[in-house]
């Protein structure tokens, strides 16, 4: 009776052990595998695994494109209708298309679906020359609009996602991306979840087979070229509850819309009292505040809750070596126009002067402790202050190097 018991017992751990190895050994499995699962309503990150890895993007770079495209019609420079002209370079790229020919013209309304759902590369041209005048020239407007959404580490060449060795990502860079379409086009996002398209008599389906069949998912984009292997942004709301994920070098489409499904549920799974925050290990970066902010668009269609509510910050100063049950202090906003290093947003102030502490053994600043109530949730974000901008991407670089993330901001 004992050796059974105690078979019976090695049969569930010998289970357990199987069930969670397809959460944990995707990196040594696959060398391209990269992943990142974050809140939309904080910004917490709940998984990642390589998640700033340099990673080739595939055809979920057309999201950079569809940024810029929804961008142009948000400023007028484009309405639904405008039609744009085929050149002989767009219509030379190779499969995935849609058969555009040299002298063409495609509006922005069929151009939005076929990028979409056909993924296609030869319309991603088209909106590239009509947005850029070259293709070349629109890559570095892409690049130029990454940096000012807070996507440090990607580089665009191309509008397609096409094999580039120099067009680079990661996998926090396009949850971010994902995170801003969201948010900056909200009246725009319903198109990712788009299933089919027509156009001149042929109906194309979408790639993206985890909106018809994985629950709460209502977009975004699939990706693949052999460099990179089967990639896919995803963003899953269910009950009051988003989540936005990027899986990165899946074996096979099916193997990676699995795995992300996974995701999915285990960070569902977590619960608003078990997420774990934005950089609450030393290894955890933050995804950029300004990828939370939201535009004057009007509201993502099936509104959830407000994505973020932040109330009035109360700046607070810590003390030295406060106690394990350390209350911040609360004293005036400061109002000088300086920069900080953000350390990450904790749930209990002695853990955010302790993170605070920590990177102020490496680098310049002071310490300091602001209050922040999101989601009806109080949080503590831990920073240094006092820095010129050129001090604190210094800083910033200096902490990544002892392994501890950190996200540079306007104090």
């Not at 109360?314 to 003390?319: A, E, G, K, L, N």
Request: proline share 4%; with cysteine.
């Amino acid at each position: 009776m004992f050796t059974l018991k105690r078979a019976v017992r090695k049969g569930f751990l010998v289970l357990a052990v199987l069930l969670f190895l397809p959460l944990v050994n995707q990196a040594q499995a696959n060398p391209r595998y990269s992943s990142i699962v974050i809140d939309a309503d904080t910004g917490a990150v709940l998984h990642e695994s390589n998640a700033d890895a340099s990673r080739y993007p595939a055809s979920l770079t057309k999201m950079m494109t569809l940024y810029m495209l929804f961008e142009a019609i948000e400023q007028r420079k484009m309405t639904l209708d405008t039609r744009m002209q085929v050149s002989a370079h767009a219509a030379s790229m190779p499969q995935t298309n849609i058969g555009l020919r040299m002298g063409d013209s495609i509006s922005v309304r069929e151009a939005i679906p076929a990028l979409i759902v056909r993924s296609a590369n030869d319309v991603a041209a088209v909106v590239a020359e009509a947005l850029g005048s070259s293709e070349a020239n629109f890559g570095r407007m892409m690049t130029d609009k990454a940096r000012k959404l807070g996507m440090h580490s990607t580089t665009f060449r191309n509008a397609s996602g096409l094999p580039n060795g120099e067009q680079k990502t990661t996998a926090r860079d396009l949850v971010t991306l994902s995170t801003r379409l969201m948010k900056d086009f909200s009246k725009h996002y319903h198109y990712f979840s788009t299933q089919s398209f027509s156009y001149k008599g042929t109906t194309y389906n979408s790639h993206n087979r985890m909106v018809r069949n994985t629950p709460g998912v209502d977009g975004l984009k699939t990706g693949f070229i052999r460099a990179s292997g089967f990639n896919v942004a995803t963003s899953s709301r269910r009950g009051d509850r988003r989540v936005i994920a990027v899986v990165m070098g899946g074996q096979t489409a099916a193997a990676r819309d699995q795995h992300m499904a996974q995701l999915l549920d285990r960070s569902f799974n977590q619960g608003h009292t078990t997420q774990r925050l934005a950089s609450n290990t030393s290894n955890t970066r933050a995804v950029p505040v300004a990828a939370l902010k939201t535009s004057t668009s009007t509201p993502v269609p099936k509104p959830s809750p407000v994505l973020e509510k932040i109330s009035v910050p109360v700046v607070t100063r810590p003390i030295v070596q406060p106690a394990v049950n350390a209350r911040p202090q609360k004293v005036a906003m400061l109002e000088n126009d300086t920069w900080a290093v953000q350390i990450g947003s904790y749930h209990e102030p002695a853990r955010a002067h302790a993170q605070a502490q920590a990177a102020a053994r490496w680098v310049p600043g002071e310490v300091m402790v602001t209050e922040v109530e999101i989601s009806n949730r109080k949080l503590y974000r831990a920073r240094l202050v006092g820095l010129h901008e050129s001090q604190a991407r210094t800083a910033c670089q200096n902490l990544a190097r002892q392994g501890m993330g950190c996200l540079v901001v306007r104090s």
